[in-house]
């Protein structure tokens, strides 16, 4: 029996990823920041370990605790919409700290096994915002374009070792709520300075009138093949707006 570790599962993709591996038969090791009581099913094939992945020291307490594992799935995320000059500096190497540097520690803490096995798949969930041009998404965009870059050189280095390395591109999703917890709940246009309030209306309006939109069940669902694909495929958009941003591009 395989087993995955999956980061960020408190909520959203993280949450609904774990559930549809255990639902496969998958061992789950379901990591998050802070482990709360009922957030997951009790199993004996899915275990909660707290895991924070800008501490070394935490990502190194939950690999021992971990064991062995099969797959590695990068989805812990903090979320960033606003223009970018009202984003302040500290904001900007938070959103790094864990959606970048925090995929690359995780992903460099479990290679070790995966390279002595000579077997192992690293999925790193980035973004859609990575294949169009998409306003109040500057800060955000660059964590996840260079997971993205980090992801297609790690592949090619890892070949030779019978490891993949992929990425999930998920779209735009209604009920993970990425908007109101990138602002605290506070409507955008309460939150940019005045000189870029019209735009902003018009972003927002613009993307809440699209047609398509992601499911986190579409996420799910995509990470699980990614793990199980074996045509060498990179890049896995995931829901019917990244597919369709996928195939425009």
Excluded at 22 to 30: D, K, L
Excluded at 31 to 53: N, Q, Y
Aim: aromatic letters at 6%.
């Amino acid at each position: 029996m395989k087993t995955v570790l999956i980061t960020g599962t408190s909520s959203g993709y993280g949450r609904e990823t774990a559930l549809h591996f255990h639902s496969q038969g998958w061992n789950v090791i379901a990591t998050m920041r802070t482990p709360r009581a009922g957030v997951l099913p009790e199993s004996d094939r899915l275990r909660v370990i707290e895991l924070d992945v800008t501490s070394p020291e935490s990502i190194a307490a939950a690999l021992e605790a971990a064991g062995s594992v099969d797959a590695l799935v990068n989805n812990a995320g903090v979320p960033s919409i606003s223009v970018f000059e009202d984003v302040p500096m500290a904001r900007v190497r938070d959103v790094f700290e864990t959606n970048t540097f925090g995929a690359m520690a995780m992903t460099q803490a479990v290679l070790p096994q995966f390279r002595e096995r000579g077997s192992g798949v690293v999925v790193n969930v980035t973004s859609s915002v990575v294949l169009g041009h998409m306003p109040l998404s500057a800060v955000y965009k660059a964590s996840k374009m260079a997971v993205e870059g980090f992801t297609a050189s790690l592949a090619l280095e890892l070949a030779p070792f019978g490891v993949q390395a992929k990425t999930v591109q998920p779209g735009a999703c209604l009920t993970t709520n990425f908007a109101g917890k990138a602002t605290n709940g506070v409507p955008m246009q309460e939150l940019v300075s005045a000189p870029y309030a019209p735009f902003v209306e018009k972003a927002m309006g613009d993307f809440m009138g699209q047609d398509l939109f992601t499911t986190e069940s579409d996420v799910a669902e995509t990470v699980w093949r990614a793990v199980h694909d074996t045509t060498g495929q990179l890049r896995f958009p995931a829901g019917p707006d990244a597919v369709r941003l996928a195939q425009a591009k």
